[in-house]
């Protein structure tokens, strides 16, 4: 419970009860006297209200109107995918070879390539970073927090073509967490760390909010470091190659939607690093140089990639279904068909892959024979967007507006496109040209000393 904010927005209403409802509120995570309780809550009502109006080019906060829920950002679909075009404007023109604007999971820079032995400029190499945040609903079960965002940071380095070298974390347990969380999710990174041999080298250990978040909740992150002689971003899917998808049993999203729904023995289908078996086998037969674009099937599910990868690339993805469903866990499968969750539009966490043809069976024979299953699922034509063929029958392939609803909350907030969604991007729109000035001034400001 974060009462910091409790304490501002009954400061707003001028709420004369305020001290002894958050005084309440504490006592109803807190096991603490009346008085101590009731101490805290002042404390942290004079602190609020020292910032409950913050002034200057610098404090003031930019506003747009729209809550992250509201807008959809974090839930993998179409007003994700918005803001994260506007985080790119935002941050701006970079110089690096693969920023935020490419929608790509990592970025990468280019590091000019040491002479060699005979005074002739060695090849240049790429660094490849990203982090990834831990599934939220995942706070009560650290290992398998852990487990799953490490194997995912490992995933968006692989998919650049890149082999990794290090990993980094990043834990924030509430006040009233126990400490035996933090031990418990440094396992479950430390486990894939161990399985892939890339050891966790560094991280942070914090608590939410200080002393102003109060309860259990854990988030955090973890982030992978790699490196790359050929690149496999997305910029380069062209039309004529083919679509190729490894197995996928899922990951924290299939393992939450199992546990929120009671099917806890489905969790055990996710704990394997065949994508990662994968993408070593592809690297150790130098294959990455043949494949124009790798991902992995996270962010909205096959659908939400398919838009990323045709906006970036401008070409359009036409996708088979019947190629598509053997290739998902099949108790992974049965569990989401018996919730009626679209498979299509959740992650999957397997290998997509677009090469050119000619390239094809070599790839999936080098997959195949680290026992990974794959197949080709797909081609890419000219034009934008996706599709998707079913029975023989053309459908749309546009991603929701939020990814696949895989829990009873997500169902009953519903994936449908707000009524006033234009009006919503207009402020969003607004709120990024807005930050982008800030940033201009301050800049400008700083230099100018």
């Not at 020292?50 to 930019?62: D, K, Q, V």
């Not at 994936?415 to 930050?435: F, G, H, I, N, S």
């Amino acid at each position: 419970m974060d009462i910091e904010g409790y304490a501002k927005r009954g400061l707003l209403k001028n709420d004369p009860d305020l001290e002894e409802k958050l005084t309440e509120r504490i006592l109803e995570i807190k096991d603490i006297p009346w008085s101590r309780a009731q101490t805290i809550a002042r404390a942290t009502i004079l602190e609020a209200g020292a910032t409950l109006h913050p002034t200057g080019e610098i404090l003031a906060p930019i506003m747009s109107g729209v809550a992250m829920g509201e807008f959809g950002v974090g839930s993998r679909g179409a007003g994700d995918f918005y803001a994260h075009e506007k985080i790119a404007e935002v941050i701006g023109t970079t110089g690096a070879v693969v920023d935020s604007s490419h929608l790509d999971d990592s970025g990468v820079v280019r590091v000019s390539g040491k002479l060699s032995e005979s005074g002739e400029s060695g090849k240049d190499q790429y660094i490849v970073l990203n982090i990834d945040g831990i599934h939220s609903r995942l706070s009560d079960f650290p290992f398998l927090a852990g487990f799953h965002v490490a194997r995912a940071a490992l995933r968006d380095i692989y998919v650049m073509g890149a082999s990794p070298i290090a990993l980094l974390s990043d834990i924030h347990v509430a006040d009233d967490g126990d400490v035996g969380k933090i031990f418990d999710h440094i396992a479950g990174i430390s486990a894939v760390a161990e399985l892939t041999n890339v050891p966790l080298v560094t991280g942070s250990t914090l608590r939410i909010g200080g002393d102003m978040v109060i309860g259990e909740r854990m988030t955090g992150g973890v982030g992978a470091v790699g490196v790359a002689s050929d690149l496999t971003a997305r910029i380069d899917a062209s039309v004529g190659d083919v679509i190729l998808m490894t197995e996928g049993a899922g990951g924290g999203t299939v393992s939450t939607a199992a546990l929120y729904y009671g099917m806890h023995d489905v969790v055990d289908e996710t704990i394997n690093i065949k994508f990662i078996d994968a993408c070593e086998a592809l690297i150790a037969a130098n294959l990455p140089a043949r494949i124009h674009a790798m991902t992995d099937v996270t962010n909205g599910g096959v659908r939400g990639d398919a838009k990323e990868i045709s906006r970036t690339a401008g070409v359009k993805l036409r996708f088979v279904e019947e190629k598509i469903r053997p290739l998902v866990n099949r108790q992974v499968l049965s569990m989401l068909e018996s919730l009626e969750i679209d498979y299509l539009g959740v992650s999957l966490d397997a290998l997509l892959m677009i090469a050119p043809p000619d390239f094809a069976e070599e790839i999936m024979d080098t997959i195949r024979a680290r026992g990974v299953a794959v197949d080709v699922i797909g081609e890419v034509c000219e034009g934008t967007g996706a599709e998707l063929i079913v029975s023989g029958e053309v459908r749309d392939f546009t991603p929701r507006f939020r990814e696949s609803a895989y829990t009873p909350i997500k169902k009953l907030v519903g994936d449908k496109t707000p009524r006033d969604y234009a009006r919503m991007q207009e402020c969003v729109d607004q709120a990024a040209l807005d930050a982008v000035q800030k940033k201009e001034r301050v800049v400008a400001m700083v230099r100018d000393e």
